[in-house]
Nanobody
Framework: QLQLVVSGGGEVHPGESLRLSCGVS????????IGWFRQAPMKAREGVVC????????YYGDSVKGRFTISRDYTKNTVYLQMNSLKVEDTAIYYC????????????????????WSQGTRVAVSP
């Protein structure tokens, strides 16, 4: 049974860092894209970063480029999101998700073309 479990959210001040983890069980990530998404109050879900293990491609949303980094430990089937220089506008519920690679990684990430989701974890950045 496919399961995605996220951990690592919390409350920080602007400029600080957090690392989120997404553990995937019941699935071999070959041929799948895994992504991090977020949803702020009253806003649509947004693709933060997506990675295609098989193709070796990564897509970052414009709002997080240079600040967030995705990494993975495929021996543990775990993907991480290192978030540095956090801003108030990064406040949201964060999710990870996986989906078979069906189109470009950018399209999948921007259009949120993912079927399998984790629970959310709250990231709150406040002065």
């Amino acid at each position: 049974q496919l399961q995605l479990v996220v951990s690592g959210g919390g409350e920080v001040h602007p400029g600080e860092s957090l690392r989120l983890s997404c553990g995937v069980s019941g699935l071999d990530l070959d041929g799948y894209v895994i992504g991090w998404f977020r949803q702020a109050p009253m806003k649509a879900r947004e693709g933060v970063v997506c990675i295609d293990k098989t193709a070796g491609l990564t897509y970052y949303g414009d709002s997080v480029k240079g600040r967030f980094t995705i990494s993975r430990d495929y021996t543990k089937n775990t993907v991480y999101l290192q978030m540095n220089s956090l801003k108030v506008e990064d406040t949201a519920i964060y999710y990870c998700a996986v989906h078979p690679n069906i189109t470009t990684i950018q399209a999948m990430c921007v259009q949120v073309i993912f079927d399998y989701w984790s629970q959310g974890t709250r990231v709150a950045v406040s002065p």
